[in-house]
């Protein structure tokens, strides 16, 4: 399972930094080990929706030391919260009736 | 991390750098990023090439950053340039005799439709810029010719990232400022015929000074084995001489043309050699790119430029040449940090 919407993905990167600040590599890594490596997203496609989120005003970034090397570091902002509560509220009422479509009774 | 994996990573950085439609600042923080995220990759215990497989192709991954502003309004201009320069790698003689027919067509019509002959002087003058822009076409065609590659945006790569300075001073944009900028000279009433042939005529002799000077040449090849920061001195030396020549002429709008080209020269040389002897490594490198001047030579440059463009407009022409070797040099510089960073 690979493709996900832009929104998923946004909802993906906000939940992945909402505890705390993390710089790209470790976002992917963290999203393979959520997932269980169910979710395998191109690479390349987390940086500039890192940088959309950022420009929206959703996560601030730094440079920051990481074991040693100069990492651009995203934290989550205010607004990042804000957004992530509507996007996982919207989610769910999509998952739901996703399930009710497709005949499964949501629990 | 192997010198081999830090070779491969470069290499790709490069080729993501060119396909990039970002201004200088955004394209630095994204190959920096994109460069921290593959040397975790590495470190984490993946093959090089698989890394970069995982990533994308360096177009595919531009794509999907997509342009910003000054990335939209570059590429227009790149774009542009590039067809220029591609076609004028291709068939030298045939767009310098186009460019030669269209620029020569224009000024006979701006003097008809004035009702004024052409001035004995500025017949001379247009020769000269005929000469020099056929030189400086043919200079640009052999240093292409001179990196062979698959595709013309490699070729140009190659030739930029081996001899920047080079391709800087043959890019026909430039030269057509200049040309343009000594059109204008040259039917001015108000300018001498004599400093006006010698602008043409010191034009022309660079062009072709430049000719001698690219790889294809013995005295050429000798020459660009220097280092970097010397090679430049070289290739801008009879610019220079120039510069000094024409400001003994003691003309306000030339000395102030002049003191701006070896400013920018001065600069530049600075620039380089500073660069070369801070960027070896690791943090040093860091601090190096914290005071990255070229923004600080960029508004040194504009702020030279400014008392010309109050005191004579015609210093627009000056400023496209600088603006333009400026814009090559940038992306020269991005292209030169990303193979320091691998080193």
């Known amino acids: 399972m690979g493709d996900v919407s832009r929104g998923e993905l946004e909802l993906l990167l906000l939940a992945c930094v909402r505890d705390e600040p993390a710089h790209g590599y470790s976002i992917i890594e963290e999203l393979k080990r ?17 940088h959309r989120l950022e420009t929206d005003g959703a996560l601030t970034s730094d440079w920051g030391e990481v074991g040693g090397r100069r990492r651009r570091v995203y934290r989550i902002t205010r607004r990042g919260k804000t957004l992530l509560g509507e996007r996982e509220t919207a989610w769910e009422r999509m998952n739901t009736a996703v399930r009710r479509v497709i005949g499964e009774q949501p629990a | 991390m192997t010198p081999d994996a830090q070779e491969q990573i470069t290499a790709y950085l490069a080729e993501l750098s060119a396909h990039l439609e970002a201004g200088l600042a955004r394209r630095q923080r994204i190959l920096d990023e994109v460069r921290g995220h593959l040397e975790d990759a590495v470190d984490a215990g993946t093959p090089v090439a698989e890394a970069l497989a995982a990533f994308g192709p360096p177009e595919e991954v531009a794509a999907r950053f997509g342009p910003d502003m000054v990335g939209r309004v570059d590429g227009l201009f790149h774009r542009a340039y590039t067809r220029l320069d591609r076609s004028l790698a291709d068939h030298p003689i045939g767009t310098a005799c186009a460019m ?4 020569g067509g224009a000024l006979l ?5 004035s009702g004024e002959g052409l001035p004995a002087a500025a017949q001379q003058a247009y020769a000269l810029v005929g000469v020099a822009l056929l030189g400086a076409f043919l200079a640009r065609a052999w240093l292409v010719r001179c990196h062979p590659a698959d595709s013309h945006r490699a070729r140009v790569g190659a030739l930029a990232s081996a001899h920047p300075y080079l391709a800087a001073l043959t890019s026909p944009l430039a030269w057509m400022g200049a040309a343009l900028s000594i059109a204008m ?17 010191a034009t022309a002799a660079f062009s072709w000074i430049s000719i001698a000077l690219s790889p294809g040449t013995r005295v050429g090849r000798w020459l660009l084995s220097f280092p970097t920061s010397r090679q430049m001195t070289v290739a801008f030396g009879p610019l220079a001489l120039v510069g000094l020549a024409a400001m003994g002429d003691e003309v306000v ?27 070896p490594a690791g943090d040093r490198r860091a601090r190096f790119e914290a005071r990255h001047p070229a923004l600080a030579w960029t508004s040194l440059a504009l702020a030279a430029f400014a008392p010309i463009a109050v005191e004579d407009p015609r210093g627009v022409g000056a ?25």
Not at chain 2, 326 to 340: C, M, P, V, W, Y
Request: glycine share 8%.
């Open chain 2, 100 to 103: 030669g027919a269209a620029g």
């Open chain 2, 319 to 343: 400023a496209l040449v600088v603006l333009a070797g400026f814009r090559l040099q940038s992306r020269s510089d991005a292209r030169r940090r990303i193979e320091a960073g691998g080193r």
């Open chain 2, 109 to 113: 019509l701006r003097h008809l439709a």
């Open chain 2, 185 to 201: 000279v040259s039917v001015d009433s108000r300018l001498p015929t004599s400093v006006a042939l010698f602008m043409a005529g």
């Open chain 1, 34 to 50: 959520r997932s269980r490596g169910e979710l395998e997203l191109a690479e390349s496609t987390i940086y500039p929706a890192l």
């Open chain 2, 253 to 279: 709008w030339l000395a102030s043309t002049a003191a701006l080209l070896l400013l920018r020269h001065v600069a530049l040389t600075a620039a380089a050699t500073v660069f070369e002897r801070g960027s």
